[in-house]
Nanobody, 118 residues
C-alpha cells in the first residue's frame, strides 16, 4: 500500500486545515488507517485513526477539534482540523496497517508540515 499525503500549510491559531491521504495498491487489505504527527524534538504520536468495523479513535489533545473520515470510493482518508493551536504544529504522517497474503504491512506516507502561528 502506498500513501500520498497533502493539505498541510501555515494557518493562524483558531483556523482550520484539511489533510488528505490517498491510498493506492492493495487498499482492500487495510485494517486501520490514520494520522500521526511529530513535533520538533518530540516522538511521533497518534492523532486519529479509523479501524475496520470500529469507531474512530482520537488523541485526547485533539478530541472535539479534529475529525477523521474515510471515502472508500476514492481510497482517501481525511483529517479535518479545526480550532488549531500552536501546539498542533508538527509534521503529519498518514499511516496504514493491514495484512495480505504477503503478510502484515505498516505503510507510511511522506509527511506534510502543519504550522500554526499564534
Amino acid at each position: 500500500v502506498q500513501l500520498q499525503a497533502s493539505g498541510g500549510g501555515l494557518v493562524q491559531a483558531g483556523g482550520s486545515l484539511r489533510l488528505s491521504c490517498a491510498a493506492s495498491g492493495s487498499t482492500f487489505s487495510i485494517n486501520r488507517i490514520g494520522w500521526y504527527r511529530q513535533a520538533l524534538g518530540k516522538q511521533r504520536e497518534l492523532v486519529a485513526a479509523i479501524s475496520s468495523g470500529s469507531s474512530p479513535n482520537y488523541a485526547d489533545s485533539v478530541k472535539g477539534r479534529f475529525t477523521i473520515s474515510r471515502d472508500n470510493a476514492k481510497n482517501t482518508v481525511y483529517l479535518q482540523m479545526n480550532s488549531l493551536k500552536s501546539e498542533d504544529t508538527a509534521v503529519y504522517y498518514c499511516n496504514a496497517f493491514g495484512s495480505s497474503s504477503a503478510g502484515f504491512f505498516n505503510s507510511w506516507g511522506q509527511g506534510t508540515q502543519v504550522t500554526v502561528s499564534s
